[in-house]
Each structure stands twice: as structure tokens, then as C-alpha cells.
């Protein structure tokens, strides 16, 4: 009896684990996506630095709402001036230079950097 009853008790504590798991990758937030980005836009849930890593002349042609311009060129010279461990998600044209960007503030010591990748993944409206 004592060993059926440790062998229940060990299912249901390892189907709890593992719906607990599920239940956490759902809650995950990922900046890669549009609709997330976009929330974190709107409702400014969490402290960001949005970073347009083209150049000026793109950026000028329009943006995504609340980005910075700080083109690729000049990260490394004039990194962002917000906490090593501040979020920070870079975007650019189609993904290249913002890859790049990522890899070059990673180098500086910035620890929570997002590659959202190409402006030409945004569905929503920008600002010019």
C-alpha cells in the first residue's frame, strides 16, 4: 500500500513539474515579435531602450515609434548611455546591421540585448 501511494504521489508531483514548465514558456515574453514589441511600445511596461541602429537618413525616412537613432557605425565609439543591464532591443533595415549592433554591445558589457532584426517585419504604423 505505502508503495503504491509513494508511486501516485510521484506522478502527480511530476505532472505538476511539467505543467508548471508549460505553463512558464507561455508567460515568456519575446522582443522578437512584433505584437510584443509593440505591447512593450504601448504600454511601456518595462524599463527599454528601443535602438534604430541605421542611419539617419533611414531613420528620418520613419521609425518605429520611441526608437533612438545611433547608427552601427558608432556604437562602439558612443555606446548607450542607460545600465549594462538595461533592456535594449536594436532593430535595422532587415536584420544585418542589427545583428552586428547586438554582437557589438554584447562586447561592451551590455547583458540584456534583443535583436528584433529588419523594420521590414513591422506591420505597424511609424513615425517619421
Known amino acids: 500500500m505505502r508503495k503504491i501511494l509513494y508511486i501516485m504521489m510521484?506522478?502527480?508531483?511530476?505532472?505538476?513539474?511539467?505543467?508548471s514548465a508549460a505553463g512558464s514558456k507561455e508567460d515568456t515574453v519575446?522582443?522578437?515579435?512584433?505584437?510584443?514589441?509593440?505591447?512593450?511600445?504601448?504600454?511601456?511596461?518595462?524599463p527599454h531602450l528601443l535602438l534604430d541602429?541605421?542611419?539617419?537618413s533611414e531613420y528620418n525616412q520613419g521609425?518605429?515609434?520611441?526608437?533612438?537613432?545611433?547608427?552601427?557605425?558608432?556604437?562602439d565609439r558612443?555606446?548607450?548611455a542607460v545600465a549594462k543591464d538595461s533592456l535594449i532591443i536594436v532593430y535595422c533595415r532587415s536584420g544585418n546591421r542589427s545583428a552586428t549592433a547586438k554582437k557589438i554591445l554584447e562586447s561592451l558589457?551590455?547583458?540584456?540585448?534583443?535583436?528584433f532584426g529588419g523594420?521590414?517585419?513591422w506591420d505597424f504604423e511609424l513615425e517619421t
Do not use: C, W
Open 10 to 19: 510521484s506522478i502527480l508531483l511530476f505532472a505538476g513539474v511539467t505543467l
Open 30 to 46: 519575446d522582443y522578437t515579435k512584433q505584437d510584443q514589441l509593440f505591447e512593450l511600445i504601448q504600454n511601456q511596461s518595462e
Open 53 to 56: 541602429v541605421r542611419t539617419v
Open 63 to 75: 521609425h518605429i515609434p520611441t526608437a533612438v537613432n545611433l547608427s552601427v557605425t558608432d556604437i
Open 78 to 80: 558612443m555606446p548607450p
Open 109 to 115: 558589457g551590455y547583458t540584456q540585448v534583443v535583436d
Open 119 to 121: 523594420i521590414n517585419r
